[in-house]
């Protein structure tokens, strides 16, 4: 079966400054793997996706992401953070046989001014 | 487009008493989804929607029930309401190739059972 965690509840960073949110997973055969974010009483919404090729991939509103195959990792990133960026954010895997897609738990980013 | 709309916004039951859910998207979309949110939690799929016709179980089928009579529409329907079916439901869609395509949401409709 497969999983997805995020270790942290909630990540603070202040604005300007670096983030990162950390995702892990696993899967039989090769992952496809999401980003996406949810905004206080609103639907997710996709941020961005790896698929194959190069491991870092960019998203909206300035994210990137890491695939690390040997670490099973899948870290969001992005450069200077914004106070527009505090939302809630998920990762989620399918593999490539199935339908389902599987969520992490969620992590909360707090940017302060 | 109006992508995946999702009625009603909110809704509170009684234990025992039925609803349906419904969802529509108008992208042509050939995938489509039913989630639940709990608060502080991820999203566990509910069902799930090939295409008009097709359905399957996702992980939390229990005490829900689906159809997909055209590409557009796909409704969930409660039977039995539950207090531990309170939670924030969420439909989704995707195109035909549903492994490497995002799903799009719907904005969501918070059930209270009471």
């Known amino acids: 079966a497969q999983s997805v965690a995020q270790p942290e509840d909630q990540v603070n960073v202040a604005e300007g400054n670096p983030l990162t949110v950390k995702c892990t997973y696993s899967v039989s055969g090769n992952p496809y793997l999401f980003w996406y974010v949810q905004y206080p009483n609103r639907g997710l919404q996709f941020l961005l996706k790896?698929?194959?090729?190069?491991?870092l991939v960019k998203g909206s509103y300035g994210f990137e992401a890491e695939f690390n195959k040997s670490q099973t990792s899948f870290h969001l990133k992005k450069p200077s953070a914004l106070v527009s960026d505090s939302a809630l954010y998920f990762c989620?895997?399918?593999?490539?046989?199935?339908?389902?897609?599987?969520f992490g738990g969620g992590t909360r980013l707090m940017v302060k001014p | 487009n109006a992508g995946v709309t999702q009625t009603p916004k909110f809704r509170i039951l009684k234990i025992g008493q039925s609803m349906t859910l419904q969802c529509a998207q108008d992208m042509n979309h050939n995938y489509m989804y039913w989630y639940r949110q709990d608060p502080g939690m991820g999203l566990k799929l509910i069902y799930y929607?090939?295409?008009?016709?097709?359905?399957d179980k996702g992980e939390v089928p229990n005490g829900y029930n689906v159809s997909r009579s055209t590409t557009e529409d796909f409704p969930l329907r409660l039977e039995l309401a539950a207090p531990s079916q309170t939670s924030v439901y969420f439909c989704a869609s995707s195109l035909r190739t549903g492994s490497t395509n995002e799903q799009f949401f719907g904005p969501g409709t918070r059930l209270t059972v009471l």
């Open positions: 790896y698929i194959t090729g190069d491991n």
């Open positions: 989620a895997v399918r593999d490539n046989a199935g339908n389902m897609l599987t």
């Open positions: 929607s090939v295409g008009a016709g097709i359905t």
